[in-house]
């Protein structure tokens, strides 16, 4: 290469050199002058809402399908064949004990009645003055007896007669809710046919539901269960009277009975309803509000506020086991203790140690009741 090569190179070497290092200086000036402008300004600032973690008695529950059933429910049928002389079922109707449904023609019955009772009056007669010959000795004692038996038997013809018309008429056992009918006049029926059926009308009914094995084991006779007849409806509390003392071997559930006290037509009898059922015992819990409870990869959990050496409140995060949702309230099972202090509204902006600012909240203000301000 020759020397004037060589110069030139060099020149250009010492002018890159020259360049690199003036910008590697003012790269190293301006990053300490950020870092002496950030120094000067104020830390970042959360603005939250703070509630009180409150203590409470709790318990588990599950939910099951359930179906409503009257305390006495029937399908009504004719026990005898005969023809319709009498309709009285109006769907829906409420009707009481005793009250006429649907009558069959009696005309034949009715007829041999007549001619049985006379023939009853005749076989008295008969007995009467056979017991006065007896006693005159103009007569003998199987005569005697041959009188009383006919007169039985007379008497037995008259009630056989009589429990067919009965049967023939057909009557509402109990007061009840009248089903949908098809039945009319002139109709022939044979014996055993649907007329009807019958819900009773009273003041409770049962609710029939299904629970797994392990959640059967922990309930107990007259423990309260609710019902729910609507997704939105008020719950209704029930009574568990029985449950089944076998667990079906395909579904591993077993049956509990329940019954509703007062029930004054809440519920339908054959409704489907859903049934909130107790699980395990009491335990102790904290509710929190739910805007309170974070959900990460880690696992949920709140952000307490505590106050640091300063006196500046700060956000710290804290590992929780939540529970079930009450309304606006979420229950706390694990890791989280009694009056703790948790961010609730703008707590999805917090950080591990973030300082924060507490703003007042008309929904969280009864839960700081007792704690004025930032500590």
């Known amino acids: ?12 070497l010492t002018v890159v050199v020259a360049i690199g290092g003036s910008i590697a200086a003012w790269k190293v000036s301006s990053m300490r002058q950020a870092a002496a402008s950030s120094a000067n300004q104020p830390e970042l600032m959360e603005t939250v809402t703070v509630a009180v973690a409150k203590e409470l008695e709790h318990r588990e529950a599950t939910t099951s399908i359930g179906t409503v059933l009257a305390l006495r429910s029937i399908t009504l049928r004719n026990e005898l064949a005969g023809t319709v002389s009498q309709v009285m079922l109006t769907p829906g109707q409420v009707v009481d004990a005793g009250t006429l449904l649907v009558a069959l023609d ?20 008969t007995l009467t003055r056979m017991r006065q010959l007896t ?9 005697l007896d041959r009188a009383r038996s006919e007169r039985d038997v007379a008497l037995a013809q008259i009630a056989r007669t009589k429990a067919i018309i009965a049967k023939k008429t057909i009557r509402a056992p109990f ?87 007062g029930n004054n037509n809440a519920v339908v009898p054959g409704a489907s309803v859903r049934v909130l059922v107790p699980v395990g015992a009491q335990r102790k819990a904290v509710s929190v509000p739910v805007s309170a409870l974070r959900k990460g990869p880690d696992g949920d959990h709140v952000f307490v506020l505590e106050s640091d050496k300063d006196g500046n409140t700060r956000a710290h995060a804290r590992r929780v086991e939540s529970g079930t949702v009450i309304g606006d309230e979420v229950l706390i099972l694990t890791g989280l203790s009694p009056g703790a202090r948790v961010a609730a509204s703008g707590s999805f902006k917090l950080r591990e140690a973030a300082l924060v600012t507490i703003v007042s909240d008309p929904r969280t203000d009864s839960r700081t009741e007792g704690w004025s301000g930032e500590q």
Do not use: C, K
Request: no cysteine.
């Open 135 to 143: 006693n005159n000795g103009a007569a003998s004692q199987e005569e």
């Open 175 to 261: 007061r009840a809710r009248v089903g949908l009918a098809d039945v009319h006049l002139g109709q022939y029926l044979n014996e055993g046919t649907n007329l009807t059926t019958l819900q009773g009308v009273d003041e409770a009914v049962h609710v029939d539901f299904t629970v797994a094995q392990w959640v059967a084991e922990g309930l107990r006779v007259d423990e309260s269960v609710e019902v729910f007849a609507t997704s939105n409806s008020s719950p209704t509390d029930a009574r568990i009277v029985a449950i089944d003392a076998r667990i079906d071997p395909t579904t591993r559930n077993a049956m509990v009975r329940a019954r509703i006290e």
């Open 106 to 125: 009696v005309s034949v019955e009715e007829a041999e009645l007549r001619a049985q009772e006379a023939q009853a009056l005749l076989a008295e007669t």
């Open 1 to 12: 290469m020759s020397s004037r090569a060589w110069m030139r190179s060099f020149v250009l």
